[in-house]
């Protein structure tokens, strides 16, 4: 770039800042940034006009608006999650590490266990990274709330569409579908959680799973269906209960899919929302 031209951006980005330091502004409260006031470049010795940093952070707010993840677990982060079981450390440890090689992953992840142990945590801490770091196009649903959506999007007065409510469920380059295999297994709920996953396995896009149920049956369940005579094949309530394993919640082609999806972390431990209750209790009785 010749002097001349340089100088001229020089004294145009000045101008936009004096613009945008206007009374105007100031006395309707807008917070400029004191480093480009507003312009969203800065000068930077030896580069001339680059990007602020403050254009950068505003960028990853708004994918992170995008990305829907819950109010709850906005703060999430692998900064503040504390393992208290070795298998907690390890599936830090993948967890982080699915971020530092990104792009260059081939497998997700399926993070299975109990309640309480920080499945969600770390699925939302990588789609944050992901989205802060490396500019990522992410997305979070509960997989109970998706399927919720598309059924109301059937309804004749709805404003959306099915189409509307998977259309950023297929595109997003990572999406997490929490609480896989909590909604009541019917023949709908497995055909459409088939047709999301496949879609997205198919066109090789990244997919993070969270889930309370294993590959084998619990113990007391497994009992407690010996017991149970099996009189209909239909979906009761009895027959809902004996479903404790993954593959029976949500069918044996679709966790199939998953083997070749997924890379399984189990996760132990006790459920922190416990602990936390006994040191609320421990603090009331001080």
């Not at 049956?217 to 309530?237: G, L, V």
């Not at 459920?271 to 609320?280: C, N, P, Y």
Request: proline share 5%.
């Amino acid at each position: 770039m010749s002097s001349d031209k340089q100088d001229t951006n020089v004294v145009s980005i000045a101008k936009n800042r004096e613009a945008s330091r206007s009374p105007d502004k100031e006395e309707a409260g807008d917070v400029v940034c004191p480093i480009c006031f507003g312009t969203g470049t800065r000068l930077e010795e030896g580069k001339g006009a680059v990007i602020c940093d403050c254009r950068r952070t505003n960028s990853a707010s708004r994918a992170l608006d995008a990305a829907r993840i819950p109010p709850r677990f906005r703060q999430c982060s692998f900064h503040n999650y504390y393992p208290k079981h070795e298998s907690q450390y390890f599936a830090h440890s993948f967890a982080s590490r699915l971020v530092d090689d990104y792009p260059a992953v081939e497998t997700g992840l399926l993070f299975m266990g109990p309640v309480g142990v920080g499945k969600t945590h770390l699925a939302i801490s990588v789609l944050r990274d992901l989205i802060e770091k490396k500019g990522v196009a992410c997305l979070f649903y509960e997989s109970g709330s998706l399927l919720k959506a598309i059924q109301d999007s059937y309804n004749p007065i709805s404003q959306t569409s099915e189409t509307r409510v998977l259309a950023p469920v297929y595109q997003a380059e990572v999406l997490v579908l929490d609480e896989l295999g909590a909604s009541v297994p019917t023949n709908w709920v497995r055909d459409t959680l088939y047709q999301i996953i496949n879609t997205r396995y198919n066109n090789n896009r990244l997919t993070i799973f969270t889930t309370n149920y294993l590959d084998e049956p619990r113990t007391q369940a497994e009992t407690e269906a010996e017991a149970t005579p099996r009189r209909s094949r239909k979906f009761s309530s009895e027959r809902i209960q004996e479903m404790t394993t993954l593959e029976e919640r949500i069918g044996t082609p679709l966790r199939s899919r998953l083997y070749e999806m997924c890379k399984k972390v189990m996760i132990e431990g006790e459920d922190f929302r416990k602990r936390l209750d006994q040191r609320r209790s421990d603090s009331a009785r001080v």
